[in-house]
T-cell receptor, first 111, second 115 residues
Framework: KQEVTQIPAALSVPEGENLVLNCSFT??????LQWFRQDPGKGLTSLLLIQSSQREQTSGRLNASLDKSSGRSTLYIAASQPGDSATYLCAAMDSNYQLIWGAGTKLIIKP | NAGVTQTPEFQVLKTGQSMTLQCAQDMNHEYMSWYRQDPGMGLRLIHY???????DQGEVPNGYNVSRSTTEDFPLRLLSAAPSQTSVYFC??????????????FGPGTRLTVL
């Protein structure tokens, strides 16, 4: 059974720093790996989707990588801003086309 | 486009009551799903649908029913509410059920408390 883990559960960094969020999964048979953002009391917004044949995807200051062999994905945020404060969730699409979710990393960017 | 809409935003029920959480999307998406989100846990799939008239169970289906009579609507019914169903419920949709390049679009959620 696929399990997705995000460590740490919470992270606080000063504004302007580059940072990396981690996501690990136990079964490498995935169709894609997705990163979402969730603001307090809100729904989830898709950030990046990496298909199983891809190694990375970029959008603005965000870069997500995927290493299926090691069961890991990372989300790199460059030049962090207070507006980046949110909970970041990763999800792996399994062989049944269902998303298996991590519990998220709560990110706080200090001004 | 309104995207994915959910009503109500907040709801308080007493144990044993029933209710329906509404979900609608105006993007003509084939796939729709319901998740629950509990503190410290990832989203868990309750039920999903790959098209009108087709539904299936997810990871935690007990105590919930769904139907998909139209492409747009996917209501979630709580049959007899229990305190363990206190949670935040999210509806999501994506264009196709079996395409790995499609991301999901989420509604704003329904915050349910069962006393």
């Amino acid at each position: 059974k696929q399990e997705v883990t995000q460590i740490p559960a919470a992270l606080s960094v000063p504004e302007g720093e580059n940072l990396v969020l981690n996501c690990s999964f136990t079964d490498s048979a995935i169709y894609n790996l997705q990163w979402f953002r969730q603001d307090p009391g809100k729904g989830l917004t898709s950030l990046l989707l990496i298909q199983s044949s891809q190694r990375e995807q970029t959008s603005g200051r965000l870069n997500a990588s995927l290493d299926k062999s090691s069961g890991r994905s990372t989300l790199y945020i460059a030049a962090s801003q207070p507006g980046d404060s949110a909970t970041y969730l990763c999800a792996a699409m399994d062989s049944n086309y269902q998303l298996i979710w991590g519990a998220g990393t709560k990110l706080i960017i200090k001004p | 486009n309104a995207g994915v809409t959910q009503t109500p935003e907040f709801q308080v029920l007493k144990t044993g009551q029933s209710m329906t959480l509404q979900c609608a999307q105006d993007m003509n998406h084939e796939y729709m799903s319901w998740y629950r989100q509990d503190p410290g846990m990832g989203l868990r799939l309750i039920h999903y649908s790959v098209g009108a008239g087709i539904t299936d169970q997810g990871e935690v289906p007990n105590g919930y029913n769904v139907s998909r009579s139209t492409t747009e609507d996917f209501p979630l019914r709580l049959l007899s509410a229990a305190p363990s169903q206190t949670s935040v419920y999210f509806c999501a949709s994506r264009p196709q059920a079996l395409l790995q390049a499609d991301t999901q679009y989420f509604g704003p959620g329904t915050r349910l408390t069962v006393l």
